[in-house]
């Protein structure tokens, strides 16, 4: 019996056993609710007595004292989930903080993406549950995407399972290849849920430098070095986040020639390649990869459609049918409607994208202000909707340094700590806001200053 249900069943014996007047207090126990206060109007039929007052006191839950997974104990709450409750505290207490921390792009989709929404969402027959593997028209926009894109060729069919986002790609491959204590090669600095998503599988996260001096390609001298007996899954992303270091086809193939004499799976996190970057590439460019490697990749960034959540996963058809066997069972299809959006929006033109960079290349300008405002160095040839800067001598603590200027100008800048060591003598800013905003930015840290 329910907790609730039990309650309702307590009343009635209540009204059966009780001849005169009911107690003004009870006291129920239940686990999970808490109630203080009830009113009932009720009159029973062979009685006139009714329950005016009520006053209910609900026994507190012991949901504290039940023990979380073991796994728990290796991950913290996202650091941009407790950031943004504070700047939501802030501007609720009229701070009107500016978020330049986070890549959610501000600006729209394009109209033809919204009215390919709108047209399947109208359709009776549309809201159904979808296909775990997406619909056909969608793996092959991908696949024609790849090629116009990247002058590479997958089959639609075997070499494409479409995300609701890139991100869950990355817990379905853990899922899909990590045991207990296998190891994981994750980028220092990267992505944080390279090695939460790890983590959560229980394995051993072994960090590898990525070297400013070397354009923010891999230590391998580190690499040739370390144990990579249990080695089982090496995370790379270029273009890379947070630095914006591009790769090029000499890192490919070595990267690939690496995973091949390890026996490593080797997934490149690719949502980057479209921003601000003339020369976009695949890992699969490279003779071989498919045999070793994955690419996860995405519409979020790129074509402004980061809260619909469409992504893909590309490459070797057995892998993907193993990752599959993770993602049937944590979701039921992405819909329709959001689907024909992303097939129109993967059919946009070139001229769509030049847009958007133009954009970008205004707000960037700002940001390169704002870091030199701050004393800060940064490398022109990065590429991205961000902009990675190092901090002057002069500062000690990215963490505290960021937070002083959250507090006092009310605008938010990532510290580059949160990515790795690696990083801890960075701070992030997003390209995600106007220039405008950006210039508001810049007034608030210099008065500041």
Request: aromatic fraction near 10%.
């Amino acid at each position: 019996m329910s907790n609730i249900a039990g309650f309702c069943y307590f009343l009635s014996n209540c009204w059966a056993n009780y001849t005169q007047v009911l107690p003004k207090t009870i006291t129920f126990v239940a686990c999970n609710v808490n109630i203080v206060g009830f009113f009932i109007p009720y009159q029973k039929p062979t009685k006139r007595y009714h329950i005016r007052t009520l006053s209910i006191t609900f026994q507190k839950s012991n949901m504290q004292q039940i023990a979380t997974a073991q796994r728990l104990q290796t991950v913290e709450e996202y650091y941009f989930s407790i950031k943004l409750a504070q700047i939501r505290q802030m501007n609720e207490a009229g701070k009107a903080v500016i978020n330049l921390g986070i890549g959610s792009p501000d600006l729209p989709p394009h109209p033809s993406v919204i009215a390919a929404l709108h047209q399947t969402a109208q359709q009776s027959n549309t809201h159904g549950y979808q296909s775990y593997t997406g619909i056909p028209a969608l793996r092959q926009a991908m696949a024609a995407w790849y090629w116009r894109i990247y002058g590479v060729e997958l089959s639609p069919d075997k070499e494409i399972l479409p995300l609701m986002g890139s991100k869950e790609g990355i817990v379905h491959i853990s899922l899909a290849y990590l045991n207990p204590d296998d190891t994981v090669l994750v980028p220092n600095p990267g992505y944080p849920t390279y090695t939460s998503a790890s983590q959560l599988c229980q394995a051993n996260i072994v960090s590898y430098p990525l070297l400013a001096e070397q354009q923010w390609q891999p230590d391998w001298a580190y690499l040739e070095q370390i144990d990579l007996s249990r080695a089982k899954i090496m995370w790379v992303n270029y273009p890379n986040m947070p630095t914006g270091a591009n790769a090029n086809l000499q890192l490919f193939e070595k990267l690939v020639a690496f995973a091949h004499q390890h026996q490593l799976l080797l997934v490149n996190d690719n949502p980057y390649s479209q921003i601000l970057n003339p020369s976009p590439m695949s890992i699969f460019q490279v003779d071989g990869a498919k045999e070793v490697a994955l690419e996860l990749n995405s519409l979020s960034k790129s074509y402004n459609m980061a809260g619909w959540r469409v992504g893909m996963l590309c490459g070797n058809a057995t892998a993907l049918q193993n990752v599959l066997k993770v993602k049937s069972n944590m979701d039921s299809g992405m819909f329709l409607g959001i689907q024909q959006a992303a097939i129109q929006a993967l059919q946009l033109p070139q001229t769509w994208q030049e847009q958007q960079d133009k954009i970008y290349t205004e707000r960037r300008q700002k940001a390169y202000q704002i870091v030199a405002t701050l004393g800060c160095s940064h490398d022109p040839q990065q590429t991205g909707m961000f902009v990675w800067a190092k901090l002057p001598d002069s500062i000690t603590n990215a963490t505290q340094f960021v937070d002083h200027i959250l507090e006092q100008a009310h605008v938010f800048i990532t510290p580059g700590s949160i990515f790795g060591s690696e990083g801890s003598r960075y701070i992030r800013l997003s390209l995600c806001s106007t220039a405008e905003t950006f210039e508001t930015a810049l007034q608030r840290i210099q008065q500041l200053l």
